[in-house]
């Protein structure tokens, strides 16, 4: 068993896995990582055959140590992280040894970031899952002196990886499909709310996140509208007539009118829209919406199709010396050598 320690805790940290599916029934939501896409991404760099519990890092990491040589994934919204103070490339895999200081530090752009190590985080599971859903009572936030017990790394030895990932940490667009709500808004109201760029509010957390712009948008046919089942990518239209963003741990029953709800694709860059970022709507037909979902199988194949071996910057690495950098070398008369036996 290896433990992972953490030494410092600068930013809001928890441990996630991929969340508890099958509750909402006991009104309790799946909850887990709010980027479901950075544990697979994780998985990927890892070569694991499925995503496992990390730690998720919102704003900044910390100092953190291991008891036994381990790889980690570093994955999600890019941070500063360094190894006994030599920098660290973010969305790849590293060999962290005992002894070894892993810091990371504040977020550069987006907001979750990710450590996962090879073996994934092994606490006893709560529900079907070792995720912490503050909202709902289970687990807590990480502190100085915690210490996680961790699965051993099934391949210590395998080459550090990265991974190429594209852009979801600075807004942009989200596509919606309409939900079972969407005809209760006017054309009118629904073509301004496409047309309409909006800003991602300070107010936000891992239960929803609120939108703001200057327009409003309302529905004179939501009046005692009664309560119905909500999930993850909902956009529910609060009495000031702004979206709120239903995430990872929102509550399973609402009253607002929805006007839409936001493809799972896309909820990862909602996720990691940092207070400030612009994001506007496109809308989609329910086919064209099927026509993008993917199964966590999925995108884990994908995902590793984007990986590769890390080529180490020699003047990063402070064990130079140590490596053997000249097998194989030859005096260069081999040739000349081999046509005079030959004549």
């Known amino acids: 068993m290896t433990t992972l320690r953490i030494d410092r805790a600068d930013g809001i940290l928890t441990v996630q896995d991929m969340g508890r599916e099958g509750y909402l029934g006991q009104g309790l939501s799946r909850g887990g990582a709010m980027d479901r896409l950075a544990l697979i991404e994780a998985a990927a760099l890892l070569d694991l055959p499925a995503p496992l519990a990390g730690i998720e890092m919102a704003g900044a990491g910390g100092l953190f140590s291991v008891t036994a040589p381990t790889r980690v994934a570093l994955t999600g919204a890019a941070m500063l992280a360094t190894l006994d103070d030599a920098p660290l490339r973010w969305q790849a895999s590293h060999l962290i040894l005992p002894g070894q200081k892993l810091r990371i530090g504040a977020v550069q752009s987006g907001v979750y970031g990710y450590l996962t190590p090879a073996g994934g985080i092994d606490t006893p599971p709560m529900l079907g899952s070792r995720a912490a859903h503050l909202s709902a009572g289970l687990g807590a936030f990480l502190t100085a002196g915690d210490t996680l017990p961790c699965a051993p790394d099934p391949d210590p030895d395998a080459p550090p990886r990265v991974i190429e990932v594209a852009g979801r940490f600075n807004g942009g667009t989200l596509r919606v499909a309409d939900g079972p709500q969407t005809g209760l808004f006017d054309d ?64 399973t029953m609402g009253g607002y009118p929805r006007i839409g709800q936001i493809i799972p694709a896309d909820l990862p860059r909602m996720a990691q829209a940092a207070p400030g970022a612009m994001l506007r709507f496109q809308r989609l037909t329910q086919d064209q919406a099927d026509a993008l979902w993917r199964s966590d199988a999925d995108l884990l194949h994908e995902a590793a199709a984007r990986c590769h071996n890390l080529i180490r910057d020699p003047s990063t690495i402070a064990d130079l010396l140590s490596y053997q950098l000249v097998g194989g070398v030859t005096a260069g008369r081999e040739l000349e050598e081999c046509r005079c036996r030959s004549i």
């Open 188 to 251: 009118d109201v629904l073509q301004a709310f496409y047309d309409t760029p909006f800003t991602r509010a300070p107010r936000g957390n891992r239960q929803g996140i609120q939108l703001d712009a200057k327009p409003r948008f309302t529905s004179d046919h939501a009046a005692g509208l009664a309560s119905d089942m909500i999930g993850p990518g909902d956009l529910q239209m609060t009495g000031d007539g702004l979206p709120y963003v239903l995430m990872a741990e929102c509550q």
